[in-house]
């Protein structure tokens, strides 16, 4: 029987096995999917395949950087925070961003069919499937954010990789007190969670969507709906300025200033005159572990007994 490229394909995606264990697999069932799949378990290139359907929400998010121009972050999946703290796993996270770091892939898929930097005969698909086997939980390279800057690019890390941020900013000065700088507004952002840089980056439907819903509380207040057209108009306004101060970074207050009430863009401003440079953010990104994916949960006991068979 002919084998194809696509049912090669098919046995790889089913499997998570290499490209050639598959045509041989294939080759040696004569085409029988079920059979070759069998043929990889016994000869343990598809460990992965039972691995492959259970939740990997836990795990760790890296940001690194070179030569403050090229950064990376990334988040690589576990299933368990304890995996997510072993120094295997870490290397492994390590390696992946070395990876990316010297990549030209525009997304995960595109990275997955590169060859692996630190061996040639693998891809980094081939390598996480390795992973998978040795480490013996479900992995999974789920996003990253590469930044290359004219300017520079800080990278921070929050409570032991829980946490990345990227930030970005032009400058025609790169010294220790600008890369202190936003290395405190990327542990800002790591804490607030703001969603923009700035105002201008919002798009007006989301503003005048706002503005509906506020619109509508304000006239389910029988009190409040009572009010003149134009307080209620400035009663709008003024909750929208609050909502901006939560949403956008640089309106928000600089959480290290002296008196309580510097803002980021005022903070920014100190330290463009101090270091002689309009220091200025163009973006950030902030990657949570986990966020937006289903965490199971377990009792890790009951699993240690079920695996020695009590």
């Not at 394909?9 to 045509?23: D, F, I, N, S």
């Not at 520079?152 to 829980?162: E, F, L, M």
Request: charged share 30%; aromatic share 6%.
């Amino acid at each position: 029987m002919e084998i194809t490229a696509a049912m090669v394909k098919e046995l790889r995606e089913a499997t998570g096995a290499g490209v050639m264990a598959c045509k041989n697999a294939l080759v040696e069932t004569d085409g029988n999917f079920d059979e070759a799949i069998e043929v990889l378990r016994k000869k343990g290139e598809a460990t992965a395949v039972k691995k492959a359907g259970r939740i990997a929400a836990e795990g760790a998010v890296l940001a690194v950087v070179k030569d403050d121009k090229t950064a990376v972050v990334v988040e690589v999946n576990s299933e368990t925070d304890f995996v997510a703290k072993n120094d295997k796993f870490k290397t492994y996270v390590a390696n992946v961003a070395d990876q990316i770091l010297d990549s030209n892939a525009k997304d995960v898929e595109e990275l997955f069919t590169e060859k692996w930097h630190l061996d040639n005969s693998k891809t980094v698909k081939d390598e996480l499937v390795s992973q998978i086997s040795v480490i013996g939980e479900n992995l999974n390279i789920r996003r990253f954010t590469k930044i290359v800057t004219d300017g520079v690019v800080v990278p921070y890390i929050h409570g032991g990789g829980r946490i990345g941020v990227l930030v970005e900013a032009s400058t025609t000065v790169v010294n220790d007190e600008v890369k202190e700088a936003l290395k405190n507004l990327a542990m800002q952002i790591a804490a607030l969670n703001p969603k923009y840089v700035s105002r201008d980056q919002i798009e007006p439907e989301f503003i005048e969507h706002e503005k509906e819903i506020l619109l509508a509380q304000i006239k389910n207040d029988p009190k409040e709906a009572a009010k003149p057209e134009k307080v209620i108009e400035g009663m709008i306004q003024g909750r929208i300025s609050k909502e901006m101060k939560e949403f956008c970074l640089l309106d928000q207050t600089y959480v290290k200033a002296e008196d309580g009430k510097q803002t980021v863009a005022k903070y920014l401003e100190q330290i463009s005159k101090n270091v002689g440079s309009d220091v200025k953010i163009k973006q950030f990104v902030r990657f949570e572990t986990g966020e937006g994916l289903e965490k199971k949960s377990e009792d890790f006991a009951a699993e240690v007994a079920k695996q020695m068979g009590n």
